[in-house]
């Protein structure tokens, strides 16, 4: 099935520096990508959704200045967590909608995740 | 406003024996519901997805029941093993649009020897 990669798989960063998260659909084109945090025992909370060649929506209460979002290709979008604070700290997960698979047309396949840790 | 509610929370199921996870939503509109699977620190899989042309769908000992209706779709999983512990989450989207995914809070799954 396609693949969606995500590094790294955890980083740790200090106070008020910011840091890249990199999402690769692996063997498909990918216009659409969506950017998800989830708190531990709690659901996937959609900050973003990340199209190809223009700016990303962001979800409400989400800030789309501390959450830099860019996808630059057709296979790659990035999310930099800007100026990051022990609050950012989470599971980071993107998504892409993939080919046509298992259920039909409209699949998304999940990353892996990354875990931010800011100390 | 949650999109999609999930029940339950969690749940203990004995090895061999029938895990249910129900989830319920408002949006007519929705056309495509995914489950997904969760193992901790790792990001959810597609594990089984229906469309409500179709009121079951069933892949090895996943089952899907589709009630159009009620608005309602469940997970089940048949001679659940301890390696089915994992977090579930059902979706729900509008396939024509298919731009946001909008997921049940989860029930984690605990299946005991």
């Known amino acids: 099935g396609a693949v969606v990669s995500q590094h790294p798989s955890w980083v740790i960063c200090k106070s008020g520096t910011s840091v890249k998260i990199e999402c690769r659909s692996l063997?498909?084109?990918?216009?659409?990508m969506f950017w998800y945090r989830q708190f531990p025992k709690q659901s996937l909370m959609l900050m973003a959704t990340?199209?190809?060649?223009?700016?990303?929506?962001?979800e409400q209460g989400v800030e789309k200045d501390k959450f830099l979002i860019n996808h630059a290709s057709l296979t790659l979008s990035t999310l930099t967590v800007t100026s990051a604070h022990p609050e950012d700290s989470s599971f980071y997960i993107c998504?892409?909608?993939?080919?046509?698979?298992?259920?039909?047309?409209?699949?998304?396949?999940f990353g892996e995740g990354s875990w931010l840790t800011v100390v | 406003q949650q999109q999609v509610k999930q029940s339950p929370q969690s749940l203990i199921v004995q090895k061999g024996g029938i895990s249910i996870i129900n989830c319920a939503y408002e949006?007519?509109?929705?056309?495509?519901f995914p489950w997904y699977q969760q193992f901790p620190g790792k990001g959810p899989a597609l594990l089984i997805a229906?469309?409500?042309?179709?009121s079951e769908k069933k892949e090895g000992r996943f089952t899907i029941s589709f009630n159009k209706s009620a608005k309602q779709f469940s997970l089940h999983i048949m001679d659940s093993q301890p390696g089915d512990s994992a977090t579930y989450f059902c979706?729900?989207?509008?396939?024509?649009?298919?731009?946001?995914?909008?997921f049940g809070t989860g029930t984690s799954l605990t299946v005991i020897p």
């Open positions: 063997d498909f084109q990918a216009t659409t």
């Open positions: 990340s199209n190809e060649g223009s700016k990303a929506t962001y």
């Open positions: 979706a729900a989207s509008i396939d024509t649009t298919g731009n946001q995914f909008y």
């Open positions: 949006n007519t509109a929705f056309d495509y």
């Open positions: 229906i469309r409500p042309d179709v």
């Open positions: 998504s892409a909608r993939g080919p046509p698979g298992q259920g039909g047309g409209n699949t998304i396949y």
